[in-house]
């Protein structure tokens, strides 16, 4: 596997060298859109060959290269946070406290501070660019006995506060509709075909944005712009003009020339950082093609399947499982080198390295789904974890059954579905692949006391120990697939919960401090529960949590999609049969898994799709991804049965695997 030196190697050889070539475009487009931008603040009907001339000779001067240099730094300075802050697995908030503790985040407040200054120096070189009453803080002016003295130019200190709020808007902006995430496009397309597809985007949203923010920034200063004017004059010894309005009024704000270099100004700023953006998602995400296999035991580490296992960072493992997926479908020769055998020895290393780690992504996503549905029941009451948990459902026996001669049960590589920021920040902290979000919070205020039942541990001197509670909970929510798979795989039927004996234990008397601090914390729950604004809240958000499922399914995606591609090549391809050994466990894994889907589907909110964003820049594809995990696994199951037919009779599967694919071979699906 990777290790961490090599991991780092590859982040600088390739993604840095990434980031820094969309940096590298974004600086070189960077003078075509100034000009634009001089143009439109200086535009006039009236005399338009003295405005073109008076933009070139700006365009030239000394206070024009001089904005430049600082707007390059500001640029750099967004790629680089482009590239500390980006993931490929987005951070779903599952409720408004959630969403709430990601914006007061330190690291965010770090970002938004950040973005703030820099919206005020792009604000600042705006203002040096327009010119005429936007140049400077300060002017001279004279007072009423005559004396000269400075007066603030609210003009420069309203545009500089403008640049500023926008700045922090666009960072807050970024954690509510998911701007860090990167995904990737189903279609490849060249770099210039994407980003000449995506400039309208660009455009648009800018332009969409930039007016939302000044609408809102004026509301803001209105009532508190004489807050930074006072502050402003008393630290730089200012003085304001009794002649001149003021602009925190009503008749200051109707300017219509000032509130369109406020609207142009930060559509500059927002199609900048944007168009810095758009290049980084380009370029980081497009095709590497790692080698199947080397001569050289130093390269080793490069290749694909070692590639596969490792963990971190997650961007190469995407990599990698994009890689699988674009030679599984178009490269016949690297195809051959995953069916080829080890020489000396004669063993498929390659195949079966890339299937096992394919064949653990797959477990691992059922494995969430059935924790999923042994928490939610379809009526939305949640049933015990302990029962849930210690149950081992037929279908997940005959799969692990299936694979031990071939590979190891246990999976080598666990994708968790991002919970909030703040368990990023707890290093080394155990995690279940049941994550947050699908946990029902007992704690919570708004937590019934039927749920406390439901999920509260059973007395081992109770005959139910270890077992459901009622039959009532297993007639409501049944089990994901029926025991008689596990009767005809084992050829034993399950052990009754009653005749396992259970060792006897006297319960345990709370002490009265206890109770009495458990009475007092159970009044405080009921007393929070009926307020309004605590419900608001921590309620969870309807589709979040099964968003939060499936947030990390691109990756099974192309799990699904290289697995199914690579067995369809070998009916004609694989010389040597190492395929059709691992054949059994694919089909039954993803059985499995469609089964565990389409049950998910079944649940409240999971088959509305949300309507897409086109005004925003933020990635809504990962709203999506669990339809398209639905479509590709449906589709990859056909492509399997279309190619063998019959021949899959001969597979050895249990009874129930077998009807299920009858319905694939018939298409009836």
């Known amino acids: 596997m990777f290790s961490t030196e090599q991991s780092c190697l590859f982040i600088r050889k390739v993604i840095c060298w990434r980031a820094a070539a969309s940096i590298a475009w974004a600086v070189l487009l960077l003078p075509p859109t100034t000009a634009v931008f001089v143009i439109l603040s200086k535009f006039s009907l009236l005399h338009p060959i003295q405005t073109v001339l008076e933009c070139v000779s700006l365009l030239i001067s000394a206070s024009a290269i001089f904005s430049f240099i600082l707007l390059c730094g500001v640029i750099i300075m967004v790629g680089f946070l482009n590239l500390e802050y980006y993931t490929v697995i987005p951070t779903i908030a599952c409720s408004k406290i959630a969403l709430l503790g990601q914006l007061l985040h330190p690291r965010q407040f770090v970002s938004s501070l950040v973005h703030c200054i820099m919206g005020i120096i792009v604000a600042w070189c705006c203002a040096i660019t327009i010119g005429v009453r936007y140049e400077t803080l300060g002017y001279p002016c004279a007072q009423s006995d005559g004396y000269p003295q400075m007066c603030l130019n609210e003009y420069h200190l309203i545009l500089l506060l403008a640049g500023g709020f926008v700045g922090f808007s666009h960072s807050l902006l970024g954690v509510t509709h998911n701007m860090n995430y990167v995904s990737f496009h189903t279609v490849q397309q060249y770099k210039y075909l994407r980003f000449k597809g995506s400039l309208p985007l660009v455009v648009k949203c800018s332009v969409t944005q930039a007016l939302y923010s000044v609408r809102n920034y004026i509301v803001v200063y209105f009532f508190l712009g004489y807050i930074p004017k006072t502050w402003i004059c008393r630290t730089l010894n200012l003085h304001l003009k009794s002649s001149a309005q003021p602009l925190d009024s009503i008749a200051g704000l109707l300017d219509l020339s000032l509130l369109y270099h406020l609207w142009i100004s930060a559509t500059f700023l927002l199609f900048t950082w944007y168009m810095t953006l758009l290049l980084f998602r380009i370029f980081v995400t497009e095709v590497y093609s790692f080698p199947v296999q080397s001569s050289f035991t130093e390269e080793s580490h490069q290749c694909l399947p070692k590639v596969l296992t490792d963990k971190q960072p997650m961007i190469l493992k995407f990599l990698a499982l994009q890689d699988l997926a674009m030679l599984s479908q178009h490269s016949p020769l690297r195809r051959c080198e995953v069916f080829s055998l080890s020489q000396p020895g004669g063993h498929p290393h390659n195949w079966n390295a890339i299937s096992k780690e394919c064949l653990s992504l797959l477990a691992d996503l059922t494995q969430r789904l059935v924790a999923y549905h042994d928490t939610v029941a379809t009526n939305g009451r949640a049933k015990s974890l302990s029962s849930g948990s210690e149950r081992k459902t037929s279908s997940e026996t005959s799969v692990t059954s299936g694979t031990e001669d071939f590979m190891s049960p246990k999976p080598t590589f666990l994708m968790r579905t991002p919970a909030s920021v703040f368990a990023r920040s707890v290093a080394g902290a155990p995690q279940s692949p049941l994550t947050a979000p ?50 005809q795989t084992n050829g034993s039927p399950p052990p009754s919960p009653a005749s396992v004996p259970s060792p006897k234990q006297e319960p345990s008397k709370p002490s009265f401090l206890a109770q009495f601090l458990q009475n007092r914390k159970e009044q405080v729950k009921n007393f929070l529960a009926k307020r309004v604004l605590i419900m608001y809240l921590f309620n969870k958000l309807p589709e979040a949590s099964s968003q939060a499922l499936f947030a990390d399914s691109q990756a099974h995606i192309w799990a699904l999609e290289g697995l199914s591609y690579l067995v369809q090549a070998s009916f004609s391809e694989d010389q040597f049969g190492v395929v059709q050994t691992a054949l059994p466990s694919i089909l039954s894994s993803m059985l499995v898994l469609q089964e565990a889907v389409d049950r998910h589907f079944k649940l409240p909110h999971a088959s509305s799709k949300p309507a ?36 899959l009779n001969a597979v050895q599967m249990s009874a129930e695997h077998r009807k299920r694919l009858q319905q694939f071979l018939e298409y009836k699906e």
């Open 612 to 647: 897409r964003s086109t005004s925003s820049m933020g990635d809504s594809t990962y709203k999506t991804l669990r339809f398209a995990l639905r479509a590709t696994l449906k589709t990859a199951i056909y492509r399997i049965t279309t190619t063998f037919g019959d021949h």
């Open 438 to 487: 699908f946990t029902p919070d007992l704690d919570s205020p708004f937590a019934s006391p039927a749920l406390r039942r439901l999920t509260a541990p059973v007395d081992q001197c109770s005959p139910w120990h270890g077992a459901v509670q009622s039959p009532h909970i297993m007639r409501r929510a049944p089990k994901l697939w029926s025991t008689s798979t596990d009767t």
